[in-house]
Nanobody
Framework: QVQLVESGGGLVQPGGSLRLSCAAS????????MAWYRQAPGKEREFVAS???????DYVDSVKGRFTISRDNAKNTVYLQMNTLKPEDTAVYYC??????????????WGHGTQVTVSS
């Protein structure tokens, strides 16, 4: 019983910024790697960024230099700071996390997504 809840999406003009949050709750023993994915209309879900529990990060080329992933381990929360947004960043953004529960079961949890729309 682990839930991931994303927030922070919305409508923003090109060149603007948004900060997404994804908070995990439930029977959590530990949070391992966490990541953001996105799915634009008519397209497959794609990887955006990831962060290990040690702070190592990875990004898809199209967002390097514009997006920053970070995490607060005390709050079981991952963030995605998105700057210089472009219309092609429009998508539903999902977070996931590799979670170990208090029952010592490890699985990949997903949130339900938050809509980001970049338009003038």
């Amino acid at each position: 019983q682990v839930q991931l809840v994303e927030s922070g999406g919305g409508l923003v003009q090109p060149g603007g910024s948004l900060r997404l949050s994804c908070a995990a709750s439930g029977s959590i023993f530990s949070m391992n790697s966490m990541a953001w994915y996105r799915q634009a209309p008519g397209k497959e879900r794609e990887f955006v960024a990831s962060i290990t529990n040690g702070g190592g990060t990875d990004y898809v080329d199209s967002v390097k230099g514009r997006f920053t992933i970070s995490r607060d381990n005390a709050k079981n929360t991952v963030y995605l700071q998105m700057n210089t947004l472009k219309p092609e960043d429009t998508a539903v953004y999902y977070c996931n996390a590799l979670v170990t529960t208090t029952a010592r079961v490890t699985f990949l949890a997903w949130g339900h997504g938050t809509q980001v729309t970049v338009s003038s």
